[in-house]
């Protein structure tokens, strides 16, 4: 395994940073009271080519290798997490199922403007009777003529407000349960289709979260992804696919968070000497240091291995699970060493501790992963 970066990609990496901390940071507060990413911070995304990470050069994009892009999600994800979900989702679950699944007039005609950010992608796969039940879906698509009718609901769809293009999933033989799933690109413009109500969230501000709804919503034949059928395999190869990038945006909070966590410890003074020196601190940040080390370490693997082309299913659940679970105890340790300021809205720590609960549950909860590295498991041992 190599998990060596190219110059270019450190020149990127360090650019990355720079933003990062030059300009997103300066704003995390007013992302937290307007509830909106800044458009002069997603203009200058655009100009960097962030909403690009995942596509060809061939189509616009930077044409980046996973472990490429886990290096520059975990500098993103060391920022505010509604401005790393808004990258994240579109570059991840909202674009990769057209790069690895879509044919090349669908390729040519969404991925230039999706690699410049003049498109945002978002994915609709969950409804109100289907969130880890992928299977269990109600929203339909019936074909007539040159064009396929999609009726139903999808809820809590990631950048839903934003996006330009949506890859749906939608019962098309009801009889034959996962195998009657296709996949769609959907753009917002089509008729029948619109966005619904805007969720309130515990947690990452400044990343709309909504239902999207399609009432006879009519869909050219042409945009079926893939082939009739597949929907429910391209759904798990796309999430499969995401969740080394996800893991690296975790890693990238989590670092940000020893970071803080360290320098405070150093900083604070309780009976008589810096808190860092108290034993029961320390050994805080040394776990939450051995945390991080051990996901830094499993998520290149998984990204190299994606890289490789090899079958990363049970290691992405793992790592999905891994991941998620790592930045929640890394969070919880950091409130609590920075003890009453911790808690304080004013300070960084009380929201990355909302923000990163959501990463147990969306992209497939910690049980559903389990279900999954079982389910290899016992593939394996057959």
Known sequence: MNFKLSEDILLLKQ????????????????????????????K???????????????????????????ALYEEIGA???????????????????????????QKRKYLPKMATGEWIGA?????????????????????????YILNGTKHYITNATEASIFTVMAVTEPSKGAKGITSFIVE??????????????????????????????????ENVLSNEGEGYVNALKILTNGRAGLAARNLGSCQKLLDLSVAYAKERVQFQ???IEHQAVAHMLAEMAVDIEALRSFTYRVAWMVDEGKTVIKEAAMLKLFGSEVYNRVADKALQVHGGIGYISDYPIERFYRDARITRI?????????????????????
């Open 123 to 147: 994915f609709a796969l969950t409804e109100p009777e289907a969130g880890s039940n992928a299977t269990n879906l109600k929203t339909t698509a019936v074909k007539k003529g040159d064009k």
């Open 362 to 382: 969306y992209e497939g909860t910690s049980e559903i992963q389990k279900n999954i590295i079982a389910g290899q498991l016992s593939k394996e041992y057959s």
């Open 79 to 105: 920022t505010h997490n509604g401005y790393t979900t808004l990258i994240g989702a579109h570059t991840g679950i909202g674009t990769v199922g057209i790069v690895e699944m879509g044919n090349e007039a």
């Open 188 to 221: 917002k413009d089509f008729p029948g289709f619109h966005v619904g109500a805007v969720e309130k969230k515990m947690g990452l501000r400044g990343s709309d979260t909504a239902e999207i709804i399609m009432d006879n919503c009519e869909v050219p034949v």
């Open 273 to 275: 000497v810096p808190i």
């Open 15 to 42: 650019s990355v940073r720079d933003f990062v901390q030059s300009e997103v940071e300066e704003v995390t507060m007013q992302i937290e009271e307007e509830n909106k990413i800044p458009n002069h911070i997603v």
């Open 44 to 70: 200058m995304s655009k100009e960097m080519g962030l909403f690009g990470l995942s596509i060809p050069e061939a189509y616009g994009g930077l044409g980046i290798g996973m472990v490429g892009k886990c």
